[in-house]
């Protein structure tokens, strides 16, 4: 039962949407592994922090295969993690601090040990079980082929074969068969999923690969890898994006809006930006995730595009834009910014995945700059946080915690590792459990040590020692969660022109400015009215220097 407002159906519009990956945030049971009551503990400091909601990755009852991602019961609570009883108490221990609390809800895959994929096991071929997943025969006189050469997402092939010699697909790891959104059980389970959590008072949803869920694989034989790549993505793909998706998510919606408020949802959506408003409209499930951000370098031109962009694709879809420069699928900001900016594609996406040739701890590749990342990630943050619309922060961020490199390969739990031979080693170093603490065991996370060892140097970017340092990235957060209370009365923002192509400026209507000096040089603004700033800075003479690499928020 959520005790906001009734008539609050707005209230993710520009909402400050905290992050957590609930195995690494806080252990209160000491087994090495974050929970439920962890989070429950930590509610004043979240609270503090500001935040208006939390969003929590996947807490359910999993092998672990993807970090939680591979869900074997939509309806639980992993026993490592607590029960749904430990649930509602962090609910209402949430609500009562005012902060929502969003979920994530993973369609386009089960667990391998759900009880649906093991029940499809058993059955065999043909069965009513296995038309909830994709199975297949194989190629070749004995159907011992694979039917297609495609690539899983964490690496190798998409297709795994059962005893009986069908192949199921797996656009993830083999422990994630993917489902069958044709299949009129699948819809009807997860519109149940959707209300058992509803009903108990969560306040909206996160979508996992939401553009995925429906298929049509109907063609024999399938394409291959190069031509699936080549076919557009524009409604008819035959895996990624198709228009039908939609239907799903109108009923979704459907039920979202019976509750009081209505539920809130927000897409994760790999899809061009001209098809992104699909997702982010009030039919459909309303906000999406704009992850332009992450693909930036520390760049005036790129971020100005961007936030242009993004905003006219949010006011046209009737939406808000979201900002997120970090979660649990990349590396941290701080370390991103301070590695050299990867090469580009033709198409101006990043050639490979930022940061990753630095985790391979190549001895002779980028040695990082510790302390410009830290700054130019503070500029960033604060600029985002100006802006109209709602943003994401990932659990450890608002303590500038870099990437973790310093893990070996026995210590790794990412597939991506297993799966690539170690040739990317994935997402593990922004997993890492939180430093609650200067010292001591496991930081702070819990009694007994911690499922990811944690590097020494944790401790100086510990909630104790930030909270004695009025400079760091914990204080700064809160100052800024805080001040953006005054400008969340409007959705807009107009550019302000600096002179400087390394200088943003915009403006909100409440006459609050944001200056971000992009570049190295200082500059020089007109102001006596500064209400922030990423690093220090002297007003003297009715002007502010503002250092390079630095935001001021400037009050109206
Ligand atoms: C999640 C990942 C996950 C994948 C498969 C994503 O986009 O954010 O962490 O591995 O979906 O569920």
């Not at 391979?360 to 700054?375: H, I, W």
Request: with cysteine; glycine share 8%.
């Amino acid at each position: 039962m959520s005790i906001f407002p009734a008539s609050d159906a707005n209230w993710w519009r520009q909402a400050v949407v905290y992050q957590i990956y609930p195995r690494s945030f806080a252990d209160a049971n000491g087994d090495g592994l974050g929970d439920i009551a962890g989070i429950t503990s930590r509610a004043d400091y979240l609270q503090q922090l500001g935040v208006d909601a939390v969003w929590l990755s996947p807490f359910y009852p999993s092998e672990l295969a993807d970090g939680g991602y591979d869900v074997a019961d939509y309806r639980n609570v992993d026993p490592r993690l607590g029960s749904l009883a430990d649930f509602d108490k962090m609910l209402s221990a949430l609500h009562s601090r005012d902060i929502r609390v969003i979920v994530d809800i993973v369609p386009n895959h089960t667990s391998d040990q759900h009880e649906w994929f093991q029940a499809a096991l058993k059955a065999g071929r043909g069965s009513p079980e296995r038309d909830r997943y994709i199975f297949r025969e194989g190629k070749g006189p004995n159907g011992d082929e694979i039917p297609s050469d495609w690539v899983a997402s964490f690496g190798g092939p998409s297709w795994t074969r059962v005893e009986d010699g069908q192949w199921y697909l797996h656009n993830f790891a083999p422990q994630q068969p993917d489902l069958n959104w044709s299949n009129p059980d699948v819809r009807a389970d997860f519109v149940k999923t959707i209300r058992f959590w509803a009903d108990r008072g969560v306040d909206g949803f996160r979508i996992d690969v939401a553009h995925m869920l429906v298929k049509d694989l109907s063609m024999d034989p399938l394409p291959t890898k190069e031509e699936l790549d080549a076919i557009p993505v524009d409604g008819n793909h035959p895996m990624w994006d198709r228009d039908e998706v939609q239907d799903v998510y109108a009923q979704w919606r459907a039920v979202f809006n019976e509750y009081d408020p209505p539920r809130m949802a927000v897409a994760e959506a790999w899809v061009a930006s001209d098809r992104v408003p699909r997702y982010a409209n009030p039919h459909s499930l309303g906000q999406s995730f704009n992850f332009d951000l992450l693909e930036a370098d520390f760049d005036a031109v790129q971020f100005r595009r961007i936030v242009t962009h993004n905003l006219s694709l949010a006011a046209g879809s009737g939406s808000s834009s979201t900002w997120v420069l970090s979660n649990h699928d990349v590396v941290r900001h701080p370390t991103r910014y301070g590695l050299p900016n990867p090469a580009r594609r033709a198409d101006g996406k990043p050639a490979i995945k930022h940061g990753q040739e630095w985790l391979q701890r190549d001895p002779d590749g980028p040695v990082l700059q510790r302390e410009q990342g830290l700054r130019r990630a503070r500029a960033a943050t604060t600029f985002i946080l100006g802006l109209p619309g709602s943003t994401y922060i990932y659990q450890g961020e608002e303590l500038g915690l870099h990437e973790v490199y310093e893990l070996d390969s026995s210590e790794r739990q990412d597939p991506t590792f297993f799966r690539t031979h170690g040739e990317e080693v994935g997402r593990d170093g922004c997993r890492v459990p939180l430093p609650w603490t200067a010292s001591g065991t496991s930081h702070g996370f819990g009694a007994n040590g911690s499922h990811f060892p944690q590097p020494d140097w944790f401790g100086k970017y510990s909630v104790e020692t930030e909270e004695g340092d009025l400079e760091s990235p914990l204080r700064m957060y809160r100052s800024a969660l805080a001040l953006r209370k005054q400008l969340e009365t409007s959705e807009t923002m107009e550019w302000i022109e600096t002179g400087r192509d390394d200088v943003l400026a915009f403006e909100r209507p409440n006459g609050w400015k944001v200056v971000t000096n992009f570049g190295t040089e200082p500059y020089a603004y007109a102001t006596d009215t500064v209400a922030l700033s990423s690093e220090p800075v002297f007003v003297e003479n009715g002007k502010v220097e503002i250092p390079g690499e630095t935001t001021v928020w400037i009050a109206g």
